[in-house]
């Protein structure tokens, strides 16, 4: 919370995140993260509540991730790759009370949300059917709220694979994320004038860490896909001018 206030103080209108043909500056960021953040808080959101999210890479997935750390509510994403019971196994572990989903995943949503006594809200991107919430509302909170959050207050519940049994939440605080952003920020040397390219995911935490906070961190910008593709890889790392991207092995075999 603090460092995007900050940095926004300072970068002000600067660039801070590239989608397509949008570009969000810092202080546009700030903004949304402090609306999205007032109607987490008025539609009764507690501090430590779960918000689950599951959705592929677009803007309003960073949106969530600094709305809900201004909230002091603890974010909680979901593998896309998930079937209806895996995600479920996330909703009901973690307590969730509310979900952040798009369409291609509601007819799952609306399989599982029976069995997940504690989700009050089904909160859409995109087109929200009957009973759910659309995205936009939390644009516009009838005042914005505030909430003190402290750096051992918990940021996100990230999930193992779940490969050698059901998947266990990893708590990451405040502190984490910042302490692990500085550690890349240094180890990777990253200035103001560097463009990181995020191909994936943003459910895992090294989208979240290496291509949202480090960039945040280092007054630097992010450009942001909707996954790896070979065939647009290199035309868009040249289009947006991107100085790194981090991936996994896979990736750097092809």
Known sequence: KDLLIDRAGKMKAKTF???????????????????????LIQ?????????????YNRPEY??????SAFAGTVLTPINTQFKASEAKYIIQNSQAK???TQPEFMKMVEE??????????????????????PFDDLYSP??????EVEEEDIAGIIYTSGTTGYPKGVLLTHHNYLFNAWEIVEAA?????????????????????????????????????????PKEF????????????????TVYAI
């Not at 995140?17 to 700030?30: F, K, N």
């Not at 960073?62 to 709305?67: E, K, N, S, T």
């Not at 560097?194 to 280092?218: E, K, W």
């Open 43 to 55: 539609r009764g959101l507690q501090k430590d509540d779960k918000v689950c999210v599951w959705a």
């Open 189 to 229: 040397k990253m200035t103001e004038n560097d463009r990181f390219m995020c191909i994936l995911p943003l459910f895992h935490v090294n989208g979240q860490l290496v291509t949202v906070m480090s960039p945040l961190y280092a007054s630097a910008a992010m450009i942001l896909l909707k996954g790896f593709s």
């Open 17 to 39: 995140l590239y989608w397509d043909d949008d570009e969000i500056s810092y202080q546009d960021l700030l903004s949304l993260a402090r609306k999205i953040s007032s109607s």
């Open 142 to 147: 009838k005042k914005l709220a505030d909430r």
């Open 234 to 249: 290199l035309p868009r790392l040249a289009r947006y001018q991107a100085t790194a991207f981090s991936g996994v092995p």
């Open 62 to 67: 960073v949106y969530l991730f600094f709305g």
């Open 98 to 100: 509310v979900l952040v």
């Open 112 to 133: 599982l949300r029976p069995e997940c006594p504690d989700l009050k809200e089904v909160i859409v991107l995109d087109e929200a059917p009957a009973g759910t919430v």
